[in-house]
């Protein structure tokens, strides 16, 4: 059993949960959150402050800013992992900074609360 | 091999651990806000108790070498004083098997695992 923590776009919510739904995934947990990344720079606003826009200077002085993004759970069988995964990038991938991040962890047991089913029971 | 830190602390103090971080060099963070309660039961002032007090989540990803590290500039960072007081916050460490930059679809963590 494997937890999928993905940090995704928020306006990308809605094609997730479509991928997600086509890809099988029917239960997984959602949160807003604010993120930030390893503080790449936007390109236009690189190139506009080496033009000399003090605008553009400025905010590259904003270090740390946090942007909003939403935080994906999903708990799966080991297989079915490189699935989930792919069906995330193949949705959120625009290939710029900021798409996101995939994290998989293990995952000990989990209990549904409603039978009291364990293990693999309680997510299939 | 990845851990991933997560780490409940007081609002006040979210935004000066961020800025801890950065400057110790570990800039990726998600942050949200989240409410609860510690083992003193919540927090009592007069006659009201109050048992879901607002904290503030911070999850990082790090390579496994620098957990004391980072550990130490989040503790030093969070505690109220120098002692510390109730509700200063917990931090939670996990493994992390791999992870994914979806921008480029490079997979991080396999190779330490397999090896």
Redesign the interface.
């Known amino acids: 059993m ?1 937890e999928v ?4 776009r928020m306006n990308m919510m809605n094609q997730t949960k479509k991928a997600l739904t086509e890809a099988g995934v029917d239960a997984f947990f959602a ?9 790449f720079i936007n390109p236009q606003v690189l190139a506009g402050a080496e033009d000399g826009f003090e605008e553009a200077a400025s905010l590259l002085g904003e ?2 800013k ?1 942007y909003p ?1 939403r ?1 994906i759970t999903i708990v799966v069988e080991d297989d079915f992992v490189d699935t989930v ?1 792919a069906s ?2 193949s949705v ?15 995952i000990g047991d989990a209990v549904r609360v409603r039978t009291g089913e364990s293990g693999m029971k309680s997510i299939s | 091999m990845m851990i991933m830190i997560r780490a409940i602390i007081r609002p006040e103090k979210a935004d000066a651990v961020l800025a801890a971080l950065m400057d110790a060099g570990f800039p990726a963070v998600t942050r949200y806000s989240v409410a609860g309660r510690g083992k003193q039961r919540g927090i009592k002032i007069g006659e009201i108790t109050y048992d879901e007090i607002p904290k503030t989540m911070l999850i990082s990803v790090i390579k496994a070498e620098d957990k004391e590290y980072v550990i130490n500039t989040i503790m030093n960072t969070a505690r109220t004083g120098t002692k510390g007081a109730f509700g200063d916050g917990k931090i939670f460490i996990s493994d992390v098997e791999c992870a994914y930059t979806i921008s480029s679809g490079i997979k991080e963590g396999a190779a330490e695992v397999a090896a």
């Open positions: 494997k923590i993905a940090i995704v949160h807003e959150a604010n993120g930030r990344g390893k503080g270090k740390g946090l993004k935080l995964v995330i990038i959120n991938k625009t290939g710029k900074p900021g798409d996101g991040k995939i994290f998989i962890l293990p």
